[in-house]
């Protein structure tokens, strides 16, 4: 069996039971011919890139399954003649496409555990015994730097002044 995934737009003017009951047709018809189904999405209703049978948006429905080659033609037959499906799509997912993509769920995965460790750290250091007794100082302490850096600014300002001041005699002198 190969993977496939089938993405399809149903029309927008339907209700959303309608558009259920369809996604339910298109996966009854994928496990109904020996396939198995991985993953079924329904994205909603979305703008079209262009104007298809006179919609301009329709509803998108995913769909990853498992299948042999053979059933994709007669799948393809179903999107053609159901009339409230307006656009489709079927692609083939070779062994290298399915391991970047588990590859890459995996990095995902990894980076979401690295997050929450890290996270579970700083809460972890916030709740320690004492840290409403250290967390005075370092208001104290930050607000004295604030000065430091006040007080720094007004050289830097009158650096500022005095070499647009140097450009100004550059320039007269220039003239």
Not at 5 to 26: C, G, H, N
Not at 42 to 51: F, P
Request: charged share 35%.
């Amino acid at each position: 069996m190969r993977t496939y995934e089938a993405l399809y737009i149903v029309r927008p003017d339907l209700d959303d039971e309608t558009i259920q009951t369809v996604a339910k047709e298109v996966e009854s018809l994928v496990t109904d011919n020996g396939g198995a189904i991985v993953r079924s999405e329904i994205w909603g209703k979305r703008r079209l890139a262009y104007v298809v049978e006179k919609f301009n948006e329709g509803c998108y429905v995913l769909l990853r399954f498992n299948s042999e080659p053979v059933f994709i033609a007669r799948l393809e037959s179903h999107f053609r003649l159901k009339e409230s499906i307006i656009r489709f799509l079927v692609v083939h997912f070779d062994a290298q496409m399915l391991r970047l993509e588990a590859e890459q769920q995996r990095r995902q995965e990894d980076q979401l555990r690295a997050s929450a460790s890290v996270a579970r750290r700083r809460f972890d250091a916030d709740e320690a015994p004492g840290r409403a007794e250290r967390a005075a100082p370092a208001k104290g302490a930050k607000e004295t730097e604030t000065e430091e850096i006040r007080t720094d600014v007004v050289p830097v300002a009158g650096a500022v002044a005095d070499s647009d001041a140097a450009v100004e005699e550059d320039e007269g002198s220039q003239l």
